[in-house]
């Protein structure tokens, strides 16, 4: 009895060791030792000081823990240092107040004097933090956690060293309550308080006297107030029955209070009660919910009191609990069913974890443990049901299954039980049956085989006698076997025996089939059944060989009579051997076996037995085999070796096979001799029938011959003759692929052939639509150039005509005044404009011609320019910024033609890349600079690719889906909240009719604090979005609409940026990339379309305010998303459309990407630096003097910086053209009347004339000068075309040295005198130079020689070779061929390109029209009504009124003095103040409409004269200008002179 109690106090002290170590693990967050290793674990201290910091984390840091990691303690053990933390731990119980009696000492850990004692300890910190509410409360384990045997006997071991009495762990929260000294009266006063409240039965009072901390109440939950009032009430009542029955026989003086009166404990039992209740509630509602999470945190909650639960078994729980609750009538589980199923589901979980981690010692612990509640297990099968469980687990776990059920464990078990009852039953049957096998008895092994138990299969009780036999002669083998360890036959081994008897069963019925069916068959003489009944009797089916059915049966009949002659007495049975050693009888009349002698045997001899016959098959089928070896076919052969002697034959056949090769030359010279005789004497008799019949077979041959050949010659004819379309199919298929593959060696062989350029050489003629196309893209350009710069001038005068009637409505200036410059502006439109396009612009031939020097220099000049981008990207970066883009809108694009073809185009292009790459040398020192800063040659990129040409790109790309959100009135974005706010506001203001009680002005968080505007903000961020997407497709399905131009000069920038800063990330320089596309380029079109003529406005239209706040929303999300920018801090509203920014920003990267993919401009416009020597027409362009003299004026100033060297070509042709000329000094004397008194105004028109220069470089070759290589190789080329088309050969040097004959000469005169007639008829410009012309009127000898020359002077330059034949001035030719097709396409596409500008244009100027007549009808009203409201105007506008002396008004006469103090006059230069009274100033106006003569006088005497406009007037107060001179010393108020003039003169 002792020894089980010490045994029953290891095991409740190991339930202490697992509650304190499980709750360590939740506080710690940590795993801790086992439990039967814990002490040991924890007398380093490190856990503890780890507890400390867990809940005195300003007491211990992590820091001040020694040996946190344990790496020493693992290493070397135990080290004094490690009582340090325990000794935190110690400090860090007192410092939050745990009462001194349950600590132990440092020595009880560290030298494990007293371990339990530690236990204690934990126990009671842990009840102690839980009052706290710091930590949770300490699970009870005590009889649920098993322990081996093993485990509970060294743990009461340990406990008998240390020789100690055990704490009682059950008297903590005493002793802790008697520690901690409550307040007595403070917890009777607050239990009265209660009970009083109780009586009230007002819930929320009693909640409140629960919470008053004297009571030492716990777990009292708010929102189970009325719950505790009615459970505490009804206590309370019950109380007060009980004790007024007691009290009737106990006087007054000796009741106790407390008699009727709830006590603490009774209280907290009753709120525990409660608790409990509705946390079973709380579990029923989440198991019906379905939700294992929530079921798990229910069953989990200390209120419930259930068994610990595991969260890996949550799904378990749910589907368990859940059925359980299906079962019950009320839908509803009570705690008790709760706290049993729980208790076993959580045993059944802790099995399905032993199962999972194959933990076979924790699985059979598990299915002893009581909690589990399994049926009919027993222990010493435990193994066994533990093998099959896993077995069980890994199925369900490869069907998806986590856990098995409680039911599925029960089903293994009772299975296994079943297994086990049919092995021992089956142990009993085997041993019965031996027993029998020893007694010899046929029968009663033949019951023994058919016991259920035994489960034996297959057993025919008509062969029990053969079934001894083999069963004996099986045992008796295995008891003769040494290494048998078994004397008896097992189950299997019976089985096996059983099975070889029926295998003998069959065998023998098939011979007895056999047997009978052969010797019936020859008895009644039917050969033809013979095949059919040996076939399927033979163990080898392919011994049977069909061709051998005559002799199978013959030999049987033979053998058959043979045997019946021999026969005396003839009985019917018949008798085998199976496996020699098995009798087998059979009886032919009745039909009866048997497997012993019979009484009455007597066998039938004449019969042939299955051996016999057997015998017989073989020895016929081989003697068959042996004769067909050598003659038989492939698949013969097969078959003959399928059979059972097939293969001894085979070998035999072999074995004479390779005698055979061994003497094959004999064998060879036998044959021979044999064949050759024989067909000699078959040739001998064959040659004597001709011999004798010559005639006859010579007329036969002809005949036949003649015959045949007639016939198929017809038949040949007409085949023709009825495929004719077909044929001419195939020679045009033939042809075409000929041609077809001398062009691909044309186009794809490095060296082309001269016999294929011969073929395609005609392609470098040019033709009259040549020459016509040549024509007509020049005179577009022309035209596309005059009339961008007409547009641009009607442009400024608009702008002009824009002030003129703001200032009319601003300062009421005088009607004529604008009517003044409309009539100029109709003047522009009209006769201006036309003679600014008939200007006379035929280059030198206007001039005089003592200018034509100086006008080629300046042709050179220009060509040196624009064939160098240097000069100009450094002429850009040398004058101040607002200059430079004035320069670039009206120089450098007219010097490019506006980029009207392909050439300007290729080389505008090379001057940006130069300049672009040069300013972000020289001025780009990070990155982000070309994104905040405002790079010239990025503004003049964007400014050019928006102007006549890229504006169709973008009307293009952005026009559709502008104009769709344009035209969508239900569409309305507004993403700003005070906005929204407001127009809610006034929106319920004119709704009700009533002024709002809302506050007017809002910030943006109050405004997000209304629900309504919350959601139009979120509808508006809903229509934004959709919108956006809208135009994001737009900009990137139309990537190939983006301007080549523009594309690469991202390319550029990007790679620029890249070179000078290495580190940048590719987002980085794909945000530069975006900044230029769609920031700079799109995004400006997309907030004002109508400013970029995206969309079509009528004159007077415009674009409302909503319509442009969507279009702003859109370009503002595009904005953020081209630069990955999220919205933050004043956008933090937006926010919501941070992920679609960070998608689109994707969307924008792979765009930016592909757009910076484009080829060199060498490359897409087949452009280098010869090509202009090989251009037919010469480059032109169209500039005005005014431009000219501008340009050449920059280039002197800047000389230094752009050609910095003494050489330098441009040097020389500044110098040549000399000082900057004027206007009058560049047209020539002449050019202007010197008496004219408009002479400044002429000039100024004439300095706008523009002209037209033919771009030449000053070193153009002539015919005697040296030559360079590739204007000698140009020359070469065409000689060499004129002379391979004239005259064949294979190659050049052959055709060289192969003189002409007189026909290919008078050819190639001819060619020559078509060629002249073509070039006659071609443009100025587009003939050939006088040297070609030379050189293509002489005879082909003679060009023969020339071309030779040329060819030795270029190989001496390294540009041919006669090694190979000159084959490098034939490939030049070829990809001249080449190119003419190209050319002609860009040709084309640059014409459709050029009409396309020019129509768009066109529309541009008709819209400027439209402006104009809207001016003009807006301007006529304004006289209208000035003439009804004023007729007392001093200027009459129709004309009539007064006559014309009295135009003049009468002068208005001031004093200087009087002026000074009306605050007009400011001030006089040189004159003192007190002198201003002398001055009188004269202000008469004029004839001309607001034009006033001021005249001065000093003392009387005329001084000076003044004219004033007042337009120039207004324009300097528009322009801000407060004060001006007159007569450059007098300083005037700008403003109050207005104002003076309009009283005086208007009336005003």
């Known amino acids: 009895m002792d020894e089980r109690r010490r045994q029953n106090m290891a095991y409740e002290y190991l339930c202490h060791l697992e509650e304190a170590k499980r709750w360590m693990e939740v506080c710690l967050v940590e795993e801790l030792p086992p439990t039967t290793e814990l002490e040991e674990g924890l007398r380093n201290g490190v856990y503890l000081a780890k507890l400390a910091k867990f809940f005195a984390p300003k007491m211990v840091s992590e820091k001040k823990i020694y040996d946190v990691e344990q790496t020493r303690y693992k290493k070397s053990g135990l080290h004094f240092r490690h009582t340090d933390n325990t000794v935190q731990w ?42 706290l509410g710091i930590a949770p409360q300490i699970q009870d384990l005590l009889g649920k956690v098993d322990f081996t045997e093993e485990e509970i006997s060294n743990m009461r071991k340990e406990l008998e060293k240390y020789g100690i009495q055990m704490p009682s762990f059950s008297k903590i929260g005493g002793i802790l309550a008697n520690e901690l000294s409550v307040d007595e009266a403070a917890l009777h006063a607050a239990v009265i308080a209660i009970n009083e409240a109780i009586e009230k039965g007002i819930a929320e009072q009693t909640i409140k006297t629960l919470r008053n901390p004297n009571a030492v109440l716990t777990l009292v939950d708010d929102s189970l107030a ?68 929530n079921t798990l945190l229910a069953l989990k909650r200390p209120e419930a009191q259930l068994p610990a639960v595991y969260p890996f078994a949550a799904v378990m729980y749910q589907n368990e609990l859940f ?52 049926n009919n297990l027993d222990e010493s099968y435990v193994e066994r049901y533990t093998n099959a469980l896993l077995t069980i687990k890994l199925e369900a776990l490869s069907q998806g299954q986590d856990n098995l059920s409680w039911n599925e464990i029960q089903n293994c078990i009772d299975m296994v ?40 299969k297959n057993v025919d009780p008509d062969y029990a006698q053969h079934y001894q036999d083999v069963l004996y002669h099986a045992k008796t083998q295995k008891l003769m076997d040494s290494e048998s360890v078994s004397k008896v036959l097992w189950l299997d081994e019976i089985q096996h025996a059983v099975n070889e008897a029926n295998m003998d069963k069959d065998k023998a019925k098939q011979w007895i089939t056999l047997v009978i069916d052969v010797n019936q068959c020859l008895e009644k003489e039917k050969p033809s059944d013979i095949l059919s009944l ?76 299955a051996k016999e016959i057997e015998d017989i098959i073989e020895e016929v089928t081989t003697d068959y085999v042996r004769e067909k070896m050598w003659s038989a076919s492939d698949d013969l052969l097969l078959r003959l070796q399928a059979t059972s002697a097939g293969s001894l034959l085979r070998k035999e056949y072999e074995a004479r096979k390779s005698y055979l090769y061994e003497q094959e030359k004999h064998v060879v010279k036998i044959q021979a001799f044999w064949k050759g005789y024989k067909q000699r004497k078959a040739y001998s008799c064959r040659r004597q029938m001709f011999v004798d ?34 044929i001419v199919k195939i020679q045009s298929l033939l042809r075409a692929n000929k041609a077809r593959d001398d062009y691909k060696t044309l186009v794809g062989s490095e060296n082309p052939p001269l016999t294929v350029i011969r073929k395609f050489v005609h392609l470098l003629d040019q033709s009259n ?126 010097l490019y033609n506006y980029a009207s073809n392909q050439r300007e185009e290729y080389l505008l292009l090379k001057l940006f890349k130069t300049a672009l790459e040069e300013e972000i040398k020289s001025k780009v020192d990070q990155v982000q600079d070309i994104v905040t800063g405002n790079p010239t040659v990025i503004k003049m990129v964007v400014s050019f690719n928006r102007g006549a040409r890229g504006q169709n790109t973008l009307r293009q790309l952005l026009a559709p889906v502008v104009k769709e959100i344009l035209d969508d009135k239900s569409l309305t974005i507004n993403t700003n909240p005070v906005e929204v706010y407001k127009a809610w506001v006034n929106q319920l203001e004119t709704q009700t009719g009533e002024a709002s009680k809302l506050p007017y002005d809002v910030t943006t968080e109050q405004a997000l604090t209304y629900p309504e505007v919350k959601n139009k903000l979120e509808a508006s961020i809903e229509n934004l979005r959709r919108v956006t997407d809208k135009v994001l497709n737009s900009i990137i399905s139309s990537l190939d609409l983006l301007p080549y131009g523009l594309r ?81 801090g004043e956008n933090e509203h937006l926010s919501s459309m941070n992920n679609y920014l960070s998608e689109t920003y994707h969307e924008f990267r792979k765009y930016f990407k592909e757009a910076c993919n484009v080829p060199e401009p060498e490359e897409k416009f087949n452009m280098d630096k010869y090509t202009d020597v090989v251009t037919v027409s010469k480059p032109v362009i169209y500039i005005s003097i005014e431009e000219i003299i501008s340009t050449h004026s920059l280039l002197l100033e800047h000389q230094d910086a752009i050609a910095p060297e003494k050489q330098d070509l441009l040097n020389e042709l500044l110098e040549s053209l000399g000082e900057v000329p004027s206007v009058e000094s560049f047209l020539g004397e002449g050019a202007v009347d010197p008496n004219d008194p408009n002479k400044a105004n002429t000039l100024n028109q004439l300095a706008k004339t523009e002209i037209s220069l033919y771009l030449t470089s000053k070193y153009d070759l002539g015919d005697g000068e040296a030559i360079d290589g590739q204007s000698l190789m140009i020359k070469t080329k065409k000689l060499i075309i004129d002379v391979i088309r004239n005259q064949p050969g294979n190659t050049l040097t052959e055709i060289l040295e192969t003189p002409a004959t007189t026909q290919q000469e008078t050819d190639h005169a001819k060619d020559m005198v078509s060629r002249a007639i073509i070039d006659s008829q071609a443009p100025e410009e587009m003939k050939h130079s006088q040297s070609m012309v030379e050189d293509a009127q002489l005879p082909l000898e003679q060009k023969k020689r020339k071309i030779q020359r040329n060819l030795r002077t270029l190989e001496q330059t390294g540009h041919v070779s006669s090694k190979n034949k000159y084959q490098d001035i034939l490939n030049e030719i070829a990809k001249d061929i080449r190119n003419q097709r190209l050319h002609r396409k860009l040709r084309k596409a640059e014409l459709a390109k050029l009409q396309q500008t020019l129509k768009a244009l066109n529309e541009k100027a008709a819209f400027y029209e439209e402006q104009i007549n809207y001016y003009d009808t807006y301007i006529k009203t304004c006289v209208d009504n000035l003439k009804r409201r004023n007729a007392r105007r001093s200027i009459k506008l129709d004309g009539k009124g007064e006559p014309k002396g009295a135009k003049r008004s009468k002068p208005v006469r001031y004093t200087a003095a009087k002026l000074h103090e009306k605050g007009v006059l400011l001030g006089v230069d040189d004159l003192q103040t007190n002198q201003f009274k002398n001055v009188t100033f004269d202000i008469v106006s004029t004839e001309d409409v607001g034009i006033f003569d001021v005249r001065s006088k000093f003392l009387g005497v005329d001084m000076e004269k003044v004219q004033l406009n007042i337009q120039d007037l207004l324009q300097m107060q528009y322009e801000g200008v407060a004060v001006m001179k007159m007569f450059d010393k007098v300083k005037v108020n700008v403003n109050l002179l207005i104002y003076l003039l309009n009283k005086k003169f208007y009336g005003k």
């Not at 600590?103 to 934990?122: A, L």
């Not at 920031?1079 to 079509?1096: E, S, T």
Request: glycine letters at 4%; one cysteine or more.
């Open 90 to 131: 110690l400090r860090a119980m007192e410092s939050i107040g745990l009462p001194k009696i349950f600590y132990p000492e440092t020595t009880d850990v560290y030298d494990r004097k007293n371990i339990p004692r530690m236990i204690y300890c934990i126990h009671a910190l842990s009840l102690y933090l839980f009052k």
């Open 226 to 293: 009325q719950e505790y009032q009615k459970e505490l009430w009804e206590a309370k009542k019950r109380k007060e029955e009980n004790a007024r029955l007691k009290n009737n026989c106990i006087s007054e003086e000796e009741r106790d209070a407390y008699e009727e009166l709830l006590t603490q404990a009774e209280i907290q039992g009753n709120i525990n009660k409660v608790n409990r209740l509705a946390a079973v509630d709380h579990i029923n509602a989440a198991v019906q919910e379905g939700d294992p999470e």
């Open 323 to 374: 059925n359980l609750q299906k079962q019950n009538a009320m839908n509803y589980l009570a705690h008790e069913e709760l706290l049993i199923a729980v208790e076993m589901l959580s045993a059944v979980a802790l099995l399905n974890q032993a199962l999972e981690s194959n933990d076979l010692v924790s699985v059979q612990n598990q299915l002893r443990s009581p909690t589990i509640g399994f």
């Open 417 to 456: 039980n079943i297994q086990i009852q049919e092995e021992n039953d089956r142990i009993v049957a085997v041993g019965h049956i031996n027993e029998a096998i020893d007694e010899g008895n046929p029968l009663k092994t033949l019951d023994t085989l058919l016991l259920p138990t035994a489960k034996i």
């Open 534 to 609: 040996l076939k399927p009797s033979m163990p080898n089916t392919n011994d049977i060989i069909p061709e051998c059915a005559d002799r199978y049966y013959n030999a049987l009949a033979k053998a058959k009579e043979h045997k019946s002659k021999s026969v005396s007495a003839e009985g019917s049975w018949l008798k085998l051997f199976l496996q020699d050693k098995y009798e087998y009888y059979y009886n032919i009349d009745s039909k009866e076996i048997s497997w012993v002698m019979p009484e009455s045997y007597l066998p039938k001899e004449s019969w042939l037995m």
């Open 693 to 726: 019949n010559t005639n006859s077979i010579v007329k036969i041959q002809s005949w036949f011959r003649m015959v045949t050949t007639r016939r198929n010659y017809l038949s040949r004819l007409q085949y023709f003759r009825d495929h004719k379309n077909e």
């Open 769 to 894: 639509l040549d020459f016509q196309e040549e024509l007509e893209v020049a005179r577009l350009r022309e035209e596309v150039v005059t009339k961008i710069r007409g547009n641009q001038q009607l442009e400024k005068d608009l702008n002009l005509m824009d002030i003129k009637i703001g200032l009319l409505v601003k300062n009421r200036i005088t009607l004529e005044d604008v009517i003044s410059h409309r009539t100029k502006l109709n003047k522009k439109k009209g006769g201006e404009m036309q003679i600014l396009t008939n200007t006379d612009n035929q280059g030198i031939k206007s001039l005089s011609k003592e200018r034509r020097k100086t006008l080629e220099t300046y042709q050179q000049l220009f060509y040196l320019l624009q064939t160098n981008p240097l000069y100009l990207a450094k002429l850009i970066f040398q004058m101040p910024q607002n200059k430079s883009t004035k320069f670039m809108d009206t120089v450098i694009f007219t």
């Open 1048 to 1128: 690469y000069i991202a390319k550029v920038l990007k790679n620029s940026i890249r070179e000078k800063f290495p580190d940048a990330t590719e987002d980085e320089l794909l945000k530069i990339v975006g900044n230029l596309l769609y920031y700079r380029y799109m995004n400006p079109a997309i907030v004002a379309p109508d400013g970029f003529d995206i969309i079509d406005m009528t004159a007077g239209g415009q674009i409302n305010p909503d319509q442009r706040r969507n279009l702003g929303s859109v370009a503002k999300v595009l904005q953020h998303a081209a630069s990955n920018k999220l919205f933050e």
